[in-house]
């Protein structure tokens, strides 16, 4: 049993590339958390020691899986949306623009794990947005959507890419525009994550122009 808040310094394994590490200890206090940081996995996992290990390179197989629950870290959270991953894992929305929030968005259905990571996140200084696991994440699929409803317009000629991105900047005060936001999360994302989420609906559908760009990646 682990007793987090008896402990002053936690330990941090981070999965992720350059850019995602800058962007997620952007908001983790260093004399808080002492960091690991690999851009691949790591080839002796027994020497690992960790309190929390972040995998915002994660890829849904079987050898990834076995990987992350052979390095007996208590709390595992990846960047994936889908829910097809075991209990034990916290899936994190690790999306580009999203992790150097103080809010994380999360879903786990193992109450224990839940109340764990809460701890180790309180001790960074952030906080958890829990998400049922059975529907996708809120922020993704807000963004999603405006990003296809930008790309449908453009479509139509209903108005330039740069005058999209402007008019959503000045007009509802967010940091990036839908074109903007497109290219920080990738393409392939942003397709991946509707082709998933409108499997069962038939109010909508993905842009043409969108799929293309994903394509091109």
Known sequence: MHFLCKKAVMDLLLLADENRKNEFLSAVSPTVFTTQWFDHLPVEENDLHADLLVDLLFENNPERINWLQQTRIPCV?????????????????GWPGFTGRELLECACPDEQIRLQA?????????????????????????????????????????????????????GTNYPFGPFEWAERIGHKNIVHFLDYNLRENTYGHVSILLKEKALAQ
Do not use: C, H
């Open 77 to 93: 959270m990846v960047n994936w949306m889908e829910n097809n991953v075991p209990d034990q894992l916290i899936r994190i929305n």
């Open 118 to 170: 809460e701890r180790i996140a309180g001790q960074m200084g952030r906080t958890i947005e829990w998400t049922p696991s059975e529907i996708p994440f809120i922020s993704q699929s807000i963004v999603s959507g405006i990003i296809n409803e930008a790309y449908l317009a453009l479509q139509e000629d209903t108005a330039t890419q740069e005058g999209i991105d402007t008019a959503m900047k000045l």
